[in-house]
């Protein structure tokens, strides 16, 4: 394959799942967190590595442009790692949603690749902050890739991103988990403020 071919089967895979994304999921997934706004409640995002890097920048869109109280604990680098220091990493998450008293009327989003596996110990501290978010009574939600792992199977809404390609479910996944967040903040049921430069005429 030509690199000019690599690139053509790249943005056909892209325009792929595009056309195969859950549309009703989408909107579940928006009227779970307009709900969750309304009843003063909180919204969580937890994501490890790109989840993370993708969890800070979903946190200031939800709060700037949703109006949502909302955080990521993995903002909190010195935290973050005196838990992994002192207690391990699988439970990082989970200790940081206790001490912030996670309930009934917040949310915890998620995004992942693979969705947590506690069989196969892969991300095993979303695992268990979303063991601790069910017993809270938390409403969970999350953007993951394949099969969605854990966080499918307990999400309240999941997004899965189809696999067209096997070799590259990381990147699109991580892709389209900006595409997902970013059609949710400008839903129309969270939508609150103007983004800046469609402000700007």
């Not at 690139?7 to 579940?28: G, H, S």
């Not at 109006?67 to 010195?78: I, K």
């Not at 479910?169 to 967040?181: I, L, S």
Request: hydrophobic share 45%; charged share 20%; glycine share 8%.
């Amino acid at each position: 394959m030509s690199t000019l071919d690599f690139v053509e089967q790249y943005l056909t895979e892209a325009r792929q799942i595009l056309d195969r994304l859950d549309r009703e999921a989408l909107d579940r997934m928006a009227q779970l967190l307009a709900r969750t706004r309304e009843a003063g409640g909180r919204l969580f995002v937890l994501g490890v590595g790109g989840g993370a890097a993708h969890a800070s920048h979903a946190v200031n869109d939800f709060r700037k442009i949703a109006g949502f109280e909302a955080y990521a604990p993995t903002d909190n680098v010195s935290e973050l790692t005196a838990r992994t220091n002192d207690e391990g990493w699988a439970t990082v998450f989970e200790a940081w949603l206790r001490t912030s008293r996670l309930c009934a009327k917040d949310a915890v989003l998620v995004f992942s690749v693979g969705g947590g596996d506690e069989v196969r110990n892969v991300s095993p501290n979303l695992v268990a902050a979303l063991k601790y978010a069910r017993s809270a009574g938390a409403r969970i939600l999350g953007v993951v890739g394949r099969d969605g792992g854990f966080t499918a199977q307990v999400a309240d809404a999941c997004v899965v991103i189809p696999t067209v390609h096997p070799a590259r479910v990381t990147p699109h996944t991580e892709a389209f988990q900006a595409v997902v967040w970013h059609l949710l903040v400008t839903h129309p049921a969270l939508k609150q403020a103007e983004t800046k430069w469609e402000s700007v005429r």
